[in-house]
């Protein structure tokens, strides 16, 4: 048995509408995550890293990886 493979299937799917200045984290969750922007800009921080993030961006977050989303004014 491959150790090193984990199994791949959705388990929730959802849409979330953030407020300017809406954040979340820094926080570790234990399923990994595909994002994607449909308005607005935001930023996506993980591994001492900051990413900026505007409508049309799509991005992932490993599972068990501390990260921090944050969205902001105009």
Not at 12 to 35: D, I, T, W
Not at 38 to 61: C, M, P, R, T, W
């Amino acid at each position: 048995e491959n150790k090193s493979f984990e199994d791949f299937y959705l388990k929730f799917c959802g849409m979330q509408e953030c407020k300017p200045n809406y954040s979340y984290g820094p926080a570790v969750r234990p399923n990994y995550l595909l994002h994607y922007c449909l308005s607005g800009q935001g930023e996506y921080h993980v591994n001492n890293q900051v990413y900026q993030i505007k409508a049309g961006d799509a991005f992932f977050n490993n599972a068990k990886r501390c990260h921090l989303l944050s969205s902001r004014s105009t």
